[in-house]
Each structure stands twice: as structure tokens, then as C-alpha cells.
């Protein structure tokens, strides 16, 4: 067998969509063009590249996207010695929710570097972006980070997740902002928006989060990590018309947003590329749909994951 250092476990995933409506019917809405690559450098019979391409999905008037497609991949780089890339993609083609949220082109992509003896691997978000994404017609131009990750965290067993890293540094951000302005979006009790997925946006519990790491770091337990997003923030045009007089009549859009989280009342909430890292994994999520009122349900849209790492530290 390999030696340990240089042994590296691949694992990546990519969905174009997936979630579920409680109204106005009751549907699961199963992953659509699935992807998952989960080999080691052993495995020499299986590939290291994969991908599915889909078209024309509808669910009924809910849901619809003209073309999808994921991809991924694991390889030794060329690059740097004895170092392995994982690559997932996921694109989502003329995109319509409820004839509210529309974009022409939703791209997900995460591709690491793993280093032989090194637990943090450094990353890249560099392809991701939204292509024409509108709320109610209205063009809505999210701030992209794309180098939100920052520099791989000096140290061979250092996280991302550890203080002072400069994913943490923008996560602390993010959240001191959010919980300053979420009441500003006008949804109802929105502290509910935050209790889960953004541990409340309190103050960042080093320690336990550590802990948390080691653990699923060992295996014995899972653990979703840290959650931020790679926009910084959304701004959302008003649409200028001409009025019965000749004078032009501004509209303003029905959405309010702060940070990443657009709110629409009797529509929901959409975040806005959330990624969540944990010990040794890269989860992005473009769109994450929130929706109560027109219908009710979660969505999600152009999703990766990327992990790996050595046989102490895989998947």
C-alpha cells in the first residue's frame, strides 16, 4: 500500500436541484443530475471523471430550468508534486421559480488542492457566478468573494475553520452585520432565518467549534461546520417605466436584502451562495429557497461538495 502522506481519498458531489413542496402539493423533489465521485489513487479501475447533463425539468408552475450540468473530478496535479485536485461544478440553465426568482445561468464551482501531510487544502470558487438573476423582473447584482476561503491556513494540521483564518474573519463579519440588519428585511420573527444554519449569528465559540472539528475529524461524529456565503451583498434595481403622461414612473422591487438573504414578501426568503466548511469539506449552495405563501417548501439550487484528504483525514 502507499504511503499514508501521499495517499489521497477523492470525494466530491454536485446536484443541479433538490428539495421538497408541502403546497400546494406534497413533493420531494429528488437530486437532479446527481454526481459523486469517491475513489482512492489505489482504485485504479474507477474514473476520475464524471459527469450528467439534463434538460427541460418542470415541476408543474413551480420549478423549471431549460438545461443542467454537473461535473467531477480528481487527479494528481501537475502543478505541485505529490499534491491531488478535486474539481465539482454545478450549472443550472435558464432558471424560474414561481415566475419570481429567474436567471439565465446559476454556476457552482469548487476545486481543491490537497498537499501530502497537510490537513487544509487550499481552495478555489473561481468560474462560480449568476448570469442575469432577477426577483420579480427586477435585476438583482449580487458582490461576489470569491476568495472568501483566503490563504490555506499555515500549519499541517490547521483549519479553515481555526481563529484568525481568513474564512472565519470574513464569517465573523458577515454575521456581526446580519444580525445587525436582519430585522430590517420586514419577514416575520426573522431570528428564525439564523437560529440553525448561522448558530443565531452569535459570537463565534472557538473552542467549541474545535472540539466539534477534532470529533468529526475522528470520526465520531458528523458535523455541518461553519456557514458564511461567498456575496457580500445584493443590490436589487428598480424598474423605470414610462406613465400614461410621458414621465417616467420608478417601481421599486418587492425584495429587501441584506448581505446574502433577499426577502420577498408572499414569496419567502432566498440565501444567496452559501458555503459551509467543516473540517475537511467545501459545501456550496448558489440559491437556497425558503418558500411560504405562493407555495411552501425548501429549495436548493446548483450545489458541490468537495472533500478528501489522506487516509487518516478522507471522507
Not at 133 to 161: F, Q
Amino acid at each position: 500500500m502507499a504511503n499514508d502522506d501521499k495517499l489521497h481519498y477523492f470525494h466530491a458531489e454536485a446536484h443541479a436541484l433538490k428539495g421538497n413542496l408541502d403546497r400546494p402539493f406534497d413533493q420531494d423533489i429528488k437530486p437532479q443530475s446527481f454526481v459523486k465521485l469517491e475513489k482512492s489513487e489505489e482504485e485504479k479501475e474507477k474514473p476520475d471523471y464524471l459527469s450528467q447533463h439534463s434538460k427541460n425539468y418542470q415541476l408543474e408552475g413551480i420549478i423549471s430550468f431549460s438545461a443542467a450540468h454537473t461535473q467531477v473530478s480528481g487527479h494528481k496535479s501537475k502543478k505541485h508534486k505529490d499534491a491531488s485536485v478535486t474539481l465539482a461544478t454545478s450549472v443550472v440553465e435558464d432558471l424560474n421559480v414561481l415566475n419570481v426568482v429567474t436567471a439565465d445561468r446559476v454556476v457552482a464551482q469548487i476545486s481543491t488542492t490537497h498537499f501530502p501531510g497537510v490537513e487544509a487544502p487550499e481552495v478555489t470558487f473561481l468560474g462560480t457566478h449568476f448570469e442575469n438573476l432577477r426577483i420579480a423582473r427586477h435585476k438583482a447584482e449580487p458582490l461576489l468573494k470569491l476568495d472568501m476561503a483566503g490563504k490555506k491556513p499555515a500549519g499541517k494540521d490547521a483549519l479553515h475553520v481555526g481563529q484568525g483564518t481568513g474564512f472565519m474573519a470574513t464569517v465573523e463579519a458577515q454575521y456581526k452585520k446580519l444580525k445587525a440588519s436582519l430585522g430590517t428585511l420586514g419577514a416575520e420573527n426573522p431570528e428564525r432565518l439564523a437560529e440553525e444554519k448561522y448558530r443565531g449569528f452569535a459570537e463565534l465559540n472557538y473552542a467549541g467549534i474545535a472540539a466539534q472539528a477534532a470529533e468529526a475529524k475522528a470520526g465520531r461524529s458528523n458535523w455541518d461546520g461553519v456557514t458564511g456565503s461567498l456575496v457580500e451583498n445584493v443590490e436589487i434595481e428598480s424598474i423605470s417605466v414610462k406613465g400614461p403622461d410621458g414621465k417616467s414612473v420608478t417601481i421599486p422591487p418587492p425584495a429587501k436584502s441584506t448581505g446574502h438573504v433577499i426577502h420577498i414578501p408572499d414569496f419567502g426568503t432566498i440565501f444567496l451562495a452559501e458555503l459551509t466548511v467543516n473540517h475537511n469539506s467545501f459545501h456550496l449552495t448558489m440559491i437556497r429557497l425558503e418558500l411560504g405563501c405562493l407555495a411552501d417548501g425548501k429549495i436548493s439550487v446548483s450545489t458541490c461538495n468537495v472533500n478528501g484528504g489522506g487516509s487518516k483525514g478522507g471522507p
